[in-house]
């Protein structure tokens, strides 16, 4: 063996000597890392878990934020429609009130016009009573001076029979007298021959008796003429006395009877407030604010209710709630008399589910059908006179709100009641009714 087989021999074992010690120093620290990387994955894991912990903390933070936004959206949209609502309570309210402020004023003047024809027509049958006396006291005046005269042709008519007895009888032996005409103004009786003309008024004096005669011919003429005046006078004053006779009973029984109409209106108006206030009261129980609107005029009242009152979606049967809500409404309209009730069906403008079509073909049909079903309620269940009762299907041409939030078509859906004088509304039309 040579010596440089021997220093490779010993270059070798030290090379395999230092590869193994390196090997085992390697293999002690590759133990070390090990056990590092172990602690760092359990530190990993343990942070993770802190983390995740603290996500999910976060995370039932954030869904709690997001149920309370929910909440505060909900609550907000709630003001929202409140607010709404109040607003236009408010502005119904001032409606109501100048409503009510006018037929206040009308009520005042109507009043005031009541009044001023009572005094008139009592001043009128005052003049009437007035005139009344002075015709009756010129009739007594008439009478008593018919009298007069009466007496007095009779005294006339007896002169006349006393101066034909006094006039003494002629002789027989002289010619029969003839009457001739003298001058104007005179008449004599001369004893003369027929051929012998009259001789002058010196020579043939007047027979004093025939002028008297003449005289009260012509005075009991003229009397016979003033009573026959004062008789015409008397029955003109007869008939115009039984004229204003009947014209004053005319305005008595006209005075009488605006009396009587005005008790019965003042009676008719406290009864329909009355019941009025009864319906308001009985409906507070069972309908909120929301889904009832009372709003009154001067001649009719107007009840609009929220369709879910009445009707399931797309359905024209009662339900039990709405049957209770209408027999409040029905007892309170017995007490109202000969009224109108006129009910008016509204929907919103979405079409009829395929679920209801063969029964409701359109809003039409549907909007009448609840409509009937109401009246058909009032007249068999409330017991109100048939011939007093209306039904009308609008559908959805008659808004109260644009179709254009499920908001504004909920107010649309809608059942409204209508109360007024029959007579009023004996040729409606219920396109205006609103």
């Keep these: 063996m040579n010596i440089r087989t021997l220093i490779a021999a010993v270059i070798g074992a030290l090379v395999l000597g230092i590869f193994i010690w390196l090997l085992v120093a390697e293999k ?3 133990g070390e890392l090990t056990t590092e990387l172990a602690n760092a994955r ?29 909440d505060m959206e909900t609550a907000a949209t709630a003001a929202g429609t409140r607010i709404r609502q ?21 009520v005042r003047a109507e009043a005031d016009k009541l009044r001023a024809d009572g005094l008139a027509a009592q001043k009128k049958v005052e003049e009437i009573t007035r005139q009344e006396a002075l015709y009756r006291e010129n009739l007594i005046q008439a009478e008593a001076r018919i009298k007069e005269l009466e007496a007095e042709v009779v005294r006339h008519l007896a002169a006349i029979d006393e101066n034909k007895a006094a006039v003494p009888p002629e002789p027989a032996a002289e010619a029969a007298p003839v009457v001739t005409e003298c001058p104007p103004q005179m008449t ?4 003369l021959a027929p051929q012998v003309e009259c001789p002058p008024p010196a020579d043939c004096p007047p027979d004093a008796s025939l002028e008297e005669k003449e005289q009260a011919l012509a005075e009991s003429a003229r009397l016979k003429e003033e009573v026959a005046r004062s008789q015409t006078e008397l029955e003109n004053l007869r008939r115009q006395f039984t004229e204003d ?19 019965a209106a003042y009676a008719e108006a406290k009864s329909a407030r009355e ?10 129980g069972l309908v909120s604010s929301q889904e009832l609107v009372i709003s009154e005029l001067k001649d009719q009242l107007s009840m609009t209710f929220m369709d879910k009152i009445f009707f399931a979606p797309g359905s024209a049967t009662l339900t039990k709630d709405g049957a209770k809500v209408l027999d409040s409404v029905s007892e309170a309209l ?30 039409w049909e549907l909007s009448a059908a609840r409509a009937s079903a109401v009246i058909r ?42 109360i007024s004088n029959r007579l009023a509304e004996e040729t409606h039309d219920a396109t205006g009714l609103q």
């Design 28 to 30: 002690g620290r590759t």
């Design 42 to 70: 359990r530190l990993a894991t343990d942070e993770a878990a802190r983390l995740q912990d603290i996500a999910d903390a976060r995370q039932r933070e954030i869904d709690q934020l997001t149920s309370r936004a929910r």
């Design 86 to 106: 109040l607003e236009s309570s408010v502005q119904t309210a001032e409606r109501q009130l100048s409503e009510a402020r006018s037929d206040s004023a009308t």
């Design 188 to 191: 004599v009786t001369c004893p």
């Design 245 to 263: 006779m009947a014209r004053l009973d005319q305005m008595k029984k006209e005075v009488a009877a605006l009396a009587t109409d005005r008790e």
């Design 275 to 284: 019941a009025f206030d009864k319906i308001s009261t009985d409906l507070k």
């Design 334 to 363: 017995k007490n109202l008399g000969d009224k109108k009730i006129i009910v008016i069906g509204h929907t919103d403008d979405q079409p009829i589910s395929k679920k209801w079509q063969w029964l409701f073909p359109s809003n």
């Design 377 to 418: 309620y009032f007249q068999e269940k409330g017991g109100l006179a048939p011939e007093n009762l209306e039904a009308v299907g609008r559908a959805f041409y008659n808004p109260v709100a644009p179709n254009d939030t499920d908001e504004n078509r909920r107010k649309n859906r809608r059942v409204e009641i209508i």
